[in-house]
């Protein structure tokens, strides 16, 4: 849908753009396994390791040629993971969630696995769907975050906005996350189309402030028939409400919605 911006809206879409494309606030080294690129590290982040504790969990971290290079017995995805459980223990991993998310090469093709709370302090790329549920009117429904959620607790979201994991397809994590987030079936709501892409690359907060996110979300929109209401089955969203668009774009501007969501929403919008 195309809306005529503003200059107040106009400024406030390049800094969210600049908030989602920002270099590391420290140097960051390519992160390898079996001589793929996977993610990057922060310089001292092996040390805060220590080669002990990595060396009691089976691998090693060993810097070649400005890259650093994951060692050990196994495969990928039993390395990789087994430097998850290292981070967990010490402290350098991001929330928990037993689920494992896709490791790609540069081409996308998937070479591993590895816990969700490992991917920001790697630096490993994500993958992520957003959902914009649309009234017959024209209004939307939109999601606050549960206070106990790891990132941007009780900010407010799209729909339903959530990874894809490994075991998903992209139709099924947003089959998945809409029925999760939101109580709705994909096959009961109208208009169901592909939106587009946004993309983040910025630093995280996980790991102590080593984080950094990259994450290409695919969104989506889809019409929420007025018989259908919004309710929430994994206890990760507080409450639903309707918005008229005008409602949507102050609460937008206010700083209302996780940055994830103003760029999905601004996109919807096409501004």
């Known amino acids: 849908m195309k809306q005529q911006t503003t200059p107040p809206q106009q400024q406030w879409l390049q800094a969210q753009q600049a908030m989602a494309s920002r270099h590391p606030l420290r140097l960051r ?6 001589e793929q690129q996977i993610g990057s590290i922060e310089a001292d982040f092996a040390r805060k390791l220590g080669a002990d504790l ?3 969990h089976g691998i090693a971290l060993r810097l070649q040629a400005g890259q650093w290079r994951l060692e050990g017995q196994g495969g990928a995805t039993d390395k990789l993971n087994r430097l998850a459980q290292a981070m967990r223990s010490a402290g350098l991993a991001g929330a928990w969630r037993n689920e494992q998310l896709a490791v790609c090469d540069a081409q996308g093709r998937q070479l591993a696995t590895v816990e969700r709370g490992a991917v920001r302090p790697l630096g490993i790329a994500t993958r992520a769907v957003h959902l914009v549920g649309v009234c017959a009117d024209g209004a939307l429904w939109v999601q606050q975050r549960a206070e106990n959620k790891a990132n941007n607790p009780g900010m407010w979201d799209t729909l339903m906005g959530g990874m894809v994991s490994a075991a998903d397809s992209l139709a099924e994590a947003l089959a998945r996350e809409t029925w999760e987030e939101a109580g709705l079936r994909v096959a009961e709501l109208g208009e169901l189309r592909h939106g587009g892409e946004v993309v983040f690359a910025r630093p995280s ?5 080593q984080g950094y996110m990259v994450e290409r979300i695919d969104w989506f929109s889809a019409l929420v028939p007025d018989a259908l209401r919004p309710a929430n089955q994994d206890g990760e969203v507080q409450r639903f409400e309707r918005l008229d668009l ?3 774009q102050s609460w937008m501007l206010q700083g209302y919605f996780t940055p994830e969501a103003s760029l999905v929403l601004a996109a919807y919008m096409d501004w």
């Open 29 to 34: 080294q390519p992160l390898c396994i079996d």
């Open 54 to 56: 990595l060396a009691a």
């Open 205 to 209: 907060d996980e790991a102590e402030g």
């Open 246 to 248: 005008a409602e949507v």
